[in-house]
């Protein structure tokens, strides 16, 4: 009888230690999904304040969500209340971030590297690329473009995403 006992207590033990095993790992994984959500939002943050700065210094329009906005309202089917400082355009500017924050995650994943300094100004560099071919594309294929000199928006995208890595690989390796 006094095994059954024991027996049944070390049961009772391995479920509640199982039970809390896998309440850490949810906790964790949705601590991890968190952090990368976070570090999205602050390497789109850096990102446009960069970009506010250059708009500033260059005096051209270097803001992303302003040209987004501009291009739907440009778009035959999309209400034109959509002004250039509107919201859809930082909505989308910030999804992407964040998509590509993810796309960091899975790269670390799967390359095993460590994130930081180096690893963050690489991703960004390749984020640039990404979205010089994006921003190609739009402007190439839409049938009323905003008048900007693309080229120079192109060159200035790849220095933005680089800003934008940085922040991203800040925040998640540390």
């Known amino acids: 009888m006094f095994s059954f006992f024991v027996q049944a207590n070390f049961f009772i033990k391995q479920q509640i230690i199982n039970h809390v095993k896998i309440r850490n790992e949810r906790a964790s994984k949705q601590m991890l999904i ?26 051209r329009p270097f803001m992303p969500p302003h040209l987004l906005n501009q291009l739907m309202r440009r778009k035959k089917g999309i209400p034109s209340s959509i002004k250039e400082k509107s919201y ?30 180096i690893s963050g100004l690489v991703a960004g560099f390749i984020f640039g690329l990404i979205g010089i071919l994006g921003w190609y594309l739009m402007f ?22 680089v800003v934008f890595g940085f922040g991203v690989a800040l925040v998640y390796g540390y």
């Not at 602050?42 to 708009?55: A, D």
């Not at 992407?96 to 994943?109: D, E, M, Q």
């Open 34 to 59: 968190l952090i990368i959500f976070i570090s999205g939002i602050v390497g789109t943050v850096l990102m446009s304040l960069f970009n506010h700065l250059m708009s500033i210094i260059r005096k």
């Open 88 to 117: 859809p355009g930082w909505v989308i500017h910030f999804a992407i971030g964040v998509v590509f924050a993810f796309f960091y995650y899975f790269a670390k994943l799967l390359l095993d590297f460590h994130p930081g300094f």
């Open 140 to 161: 190439k294929t839409h049938a009323d473009p905003p008048d900007i000199h693309l080229r120079k928006y192109l060159i200035h995208l790849l220095a933005a995403h």
